[in-house]
């Protein structure tokens, strides 16, 4: 299956591609009552994924599966031998033009890099930073840029390897893989997002390397809720939205590579 036609399957999958397949359906079969059922179940749904107390319900058994590494922990992995840190791409803000037209990680993946820069300076370890150029041939791959911003971020250059074909987490642990064994590394320090470690960690782990998470940037309400809470937010949604992406990729997952 291309990598194409995944991604839009995944689309329809989930929200708000899900409810609106669903609220569409309803009205074509509105006369009936499975149709009104339909669109009902499309618009609660919809209002539902979009509350804080849904989304931290989704969220937090992906986020709490691993603890974080604090920044007071770096230094215990100093010059560790047989160790490497793995840097995993999450998408990239094209020709930013406060950047002169540079390329720069998007959103949650500048929580990556920065927490992976000051890991590498903490610990002398190598990054290598992972990803191609998944639907955009072309484009600078995800791997140099990252390579790129962490010499910005005081990264030297011969700290930093790019691995520039990725265009799933798969296959970031496939490749990096071949890369690490090179070097005989057979441990990596993984930096990811909380809700993105799980299934990393199983990719990693699927390569017989030993894995210990770096999971950065958590999602969620530390603060409490109130009546707003039970509102819809459209970050709220985007979370929710990312929560149930992981998994289905987890599913996916395990029904490809079972067998790897």
């Given amino acids: 299956m291309s990598l194409l036609l995944v991604k839009v399957c995944s689309q329809l999958l989930l929200p708000p591609g899900i409810f609106m397949v669903t609220g569409f ?4 079969l509105w006369a009936k009552k499975l149709g009104k059922w339909l669109v009902i179940l499309s618009f609660s749904g919809l209002w539902l994924i979009s509350t804080e107390p849904v989304r931290d319900v989704l969220m937090q058994p992906l986020q709490q599966a691993y603890p974080p590494l604090t920044v007071s922990h770096m230094s215990q992995w100093q010059q560790a031998p047989g160790t ?6 999450g998408g990239i803000y094209e020709n930013a033009p406060e950047f ?9 993946a500048l929580q990556r890099l920065i927490f992976a820069a000051q890991l590498q300076q903490s610990s002398g370890l190598v990054v290598y930073a992972s990803g191609g150029t998944p639907l955009n041939e072309g484009e600078t791959p995800e791997g140099e840029v990252m390579r790129q911003w962490l010499m910005r971020l005081g990264v030297p250059d011969d700290k930093i390897e790019a691995e520039n074909f990725a265009n799933t987490t798969w ?11 090179q070097r005989g590394v057979h441990r990596v320090l993984l930096v990811t997002n909380a809700w993105h470690m799980p299934r990393s960690v199983r990719c990693f782990e699927k390569q017989d390397l030993q894995v210990v998470p770096v999971p950065v940037d958590y999602a969620g309400n530390t603060g409490g ?3 707003r809470s039970w509102l819809p937010q459209a970050a709220v949604l985007n979370d929710s939205s990312i929560a ?17």
Avoid: C, F, P, T
Avoid at 25 to 28: A, F, H, K, R, T
Avoid at 84 to 89: F, P, R, Y
Avoid at 100 to 108: E, K, L, T
Avoid at 244 to 260: M, N
């Fill in 100 to 108: 002169d037209g540079m390329d720069v990680s998007r959103d949650a």
């Fill in 225 to 227: 809720y109130d009546v």
């Fill in 244 to 260: 149930l992406h992981e998994y289905l990729g987890l599913l996916w997952y395990e029904v490809k590579y079972s067998d790897s």
């Fill in 84 to 89: 490497a840190i793995v840097l995993l791409g």
């Fill in 25 to 28: 359906l309803g009205v074509l």
């Fill in 171 to 181: 296959d970031n642990a496939l490749l990096v893989k071949a890369m690490l064994q």
